[in-house]
């Protein structure tokens, strides 16, 4: 028997009115009949059960906040970006039948349809290349052995044989077909990865201590925070479609800094003494803003946190991020732009409202100073702070693997570790919980893989995006240019002091260019005539942390081709003017724009 069911009203239905009188409902079937009705109309938006929309939307639908935002931006006069449209008219995450008929036909997106295959971490990145890019979502970059050894045979299969390392340590697989978006999916999600929200205007993979859990001088293992807020957010649909991307890390207060003061919300451990204002213990700083592409650090909130108050802190800010950041210009979107606009005091002030309990004011003076940074603390051999048990550092060039490289790795994990890889923002990666007599054997199985424990300070300090191979915004191929460098200046000079150099294709600076030792931008460089060469804007001092300081711009437009003869008679101006044990970062830090330029005019004439 067909049935055509309407909006009715319940009492109605339930004396005859609407439907047969002689029905004989018992108490029961008219208790059930009722939850039923309700249950439809209000999965139709129906306030009343007469017909009535309730305000457009379903009751407790989760995009509503979202919406109301929407409205509330055009109803004061602005207007929609496109991707606000998109995401109002087709939610990305509906819209699985249609990327798999996609596939079945071969058939890579168009239009917006780019942008939503975004929030599946799906990047179709032509015209550098007719592919897609998948990232995914690991973490605190967390890998275990057995999903590392998965993952190769997913880029193996559906990609082009290797993997990237990321500077949120996390991994991409690249060169998907457009036949293999949905085997690729559906593969990690077997293995028990995911790549939901790992792109668009979402919350990015969660950063984390490399180190954590093993760190000896660590204030508060990252872990479980890292895990437990990337569940959260797995579990509330309202935390997708954001106004713009958002990154949040977690600083545990060891010997590896995670560059906290650079993302969206940055954690960082403080412990706080006996004698003053709040209970002597471990606490949370939360520093909100940071967006160093856009030339700012992030600004202490002013609040300490317990770690069981840091979910629902971040959900806080969250939601006011949510309701009140830019959704007619994508360039004012991040939440620096919020912060920038009402000042720190009233986004904490406002974030209040969304959570359990009260914020917890204090200077940040209140904490103990935080204990040293190892920049070199990535690489090569470190005790853990379980007795007999250490960890090795290993720098990839550029960060990228091949399979058989990513494979492994998680053998030597499994043979002489605990079978975990600890992904670093540095493009590198770490292998834990080695019994002590044993890191001879488990470096040896490294180096046989073709890759270093022992890089140069130079190399393990290099870290270079995608670049144009792979990406449409970057103007030169910043992974080869970032490769010749580091083998001209291996080849040429020797550092005693960590240097780092951050080679950024385009100024969304994934490499994060503003915060190196030296910083690269990459630009196009007139050769004369008509032709344009592969070029960088050349900038120094940059740093995070204890060293937070934007990289100035010295030197423009220097051809791809010089760099390396440029960096290292930079260097060797830097290591002949130096003061005893000085960094570069503080050797630039102590002269001034045009004090640099003089010093480094010889190296120009060098080159």
């Not at 732009?337 to 004011?361: C, M, N, Q, T």
């Not at 010089?562 to 002269?591: K, N, Q, V, W």
Request: aromatic fraction near 6%; proline fraction near 5%; hydrophobic fraction near 40%.
């Amino acid at each position: 028997m067909a049935w055509a069911l309407r909006a009715v009203d319940p009492s109605q239905a339930l004396h005859g009115e609407g439907m047969a009188a002689d029905a004989g409902f018992t108490e029961d079937q008219k208790q059930y009949l009722e939850a039923f009705i309700a249950g439809i109309a209000n999965k139709r938006g129906i306030s009343s059960l007469s017909g009535a929309p309730a305000s457009g939307l379903p009751t407790g639908d989760p995009m509503a906040i979202h919406y109301e935002a929407q409205d509330r931006a055009v109803a004061a006069g602005g207007k929609l970006v496109p991707e606000e449209i998109a995401k109002r008219e087709k939610h990305p995450f509906d819209m699985w039948d249609e990327m798999a008929a996609n596939a079945a036909a071969g058939r890579f997106p168009k239009g917006l349809d780019i942008f939503r295959h975004k929030f599946h971490g799906l990047f179709y990145v032509a015209p550098s290349q007719d592919a897609f890019m998948l990232r995914l979502r690991l973490p605190g970059g967390i890998l275990p052995s057995h999903q590392a050894k998965g993952l190769a045979d997913v880029a193996e299969r559906y990609g082009g044989g290797y993997v990237d390392i990321t500077t949120r340590a996390n991994l991409q697989i690249r060169e998907i077909g457009a036949a293999h978006p949905i085997d690729g999916l559906t593969a990690i999600d077997e293995l028990g990865v995911t790549s939901r929200g790992a792109g668009a205007d979402n919350i990015r993979n969660l950063t984390g201590s490399p180190a954590a859990g093993i760190d000896p001088h660590e204030l508060y293992d990252t872990r479980p925070l890292c895990r437990a807020v990337h569940h959260h957010i797995l579990n509330h649909r309202e935390l997708y479609g954001l106004p713009r991307k958002f990154n949040i890390a977690f600083d545990g207060g060891g010997r590896l800094a995670v560059l906290e003061d650079t993302n969206d919300i940055g954690f960082a451990a403080v412990r706080v003494g006996p004698g003053k204002s709040v209970p002597e213990g471990i606490y949370f700083r939360m520093l909100l803003g940071g967006l160093t592409g856009h030339h700012g650090f992030a600004h202490d909130a002013g609040v300490l946190l317990l770690p069981e108050e840091v979910v629902a802190a971040t959900n806080a800010i969250l939601r006011i991020f949510i309701a009140h950041g830019d959704r007619t210009d994508r360039r004012q979107a991040r939440l620096k732009y919020l912060v920038d606009r009402w000042g720190i005091d009233k986004v904490v002030s406002e974030a209040a409202a969304h959570l359990p309990f009260a914020w917890r004011y204090a200077p940040p003076d209140i904490a103990e100073p935080r204990g040293p940074v190892d920049r070199l603390g990535h690489i090569g051999v470190h005790g853990q702070a379980q007795q007999g048990l250490s960890y090795i550092g290993v720098v990839p060039p550029v960060g990228r693997l091949s399979c058989g490289q990513l494979r492994g790795l998680a053998a030597v994990a499994e043979r002489y570790g605990s079978g975990t890889l600890r992904l670093t923002v540095w493009q590198s990666l770490l292998i834990s919980d080695i019994r002590d007599p044993e890191i001879g054997d488990a470096r040896a199985a490294i180096e046989a893989l073709d890759l270093t424990t022992q890089p140069s300070t130079i190399r393990a300090g290099l870290v270079a995006c995608t670049g144009n191979v792979g990406c449409k915004f970057a103007l030169a191929d910043t992974k080869r240019h970032g490769l010749a460098l580091v083998e001209h200046l291996d080849a040429h000079l020797a550092l005693d002091l960590p240097l780092n150099i951050y080679l950024a294709g385009c100024p969304n600076s994934c490499a994060q260019h503003d915060i190196g030792d030296i910083g690269l931008l990459a630009t196009k460089v007139d050769a004369g005539g008509d032709e344009e060469v592969e070029g960088y804007h050349l900038r120094v001092g940059g740093g995070s942390g204890v060293e937070q300081r934007l990289g100035r711009e010295i030197i423009q437009s220097i051809p791809a081709d010089a760099l390396p003869a440029r960096i290292e008679a930079m260097l060797r101006t830097y290591l002949a003017h130096r003061r005893d044990g000085e960094s570069f970062h503080d050797f630039a830090e102590r002269h001034s724009d045009d004090e640099l330029r003089a010093l480094l005019a010889p190296a120009a004439e060098a080159a």
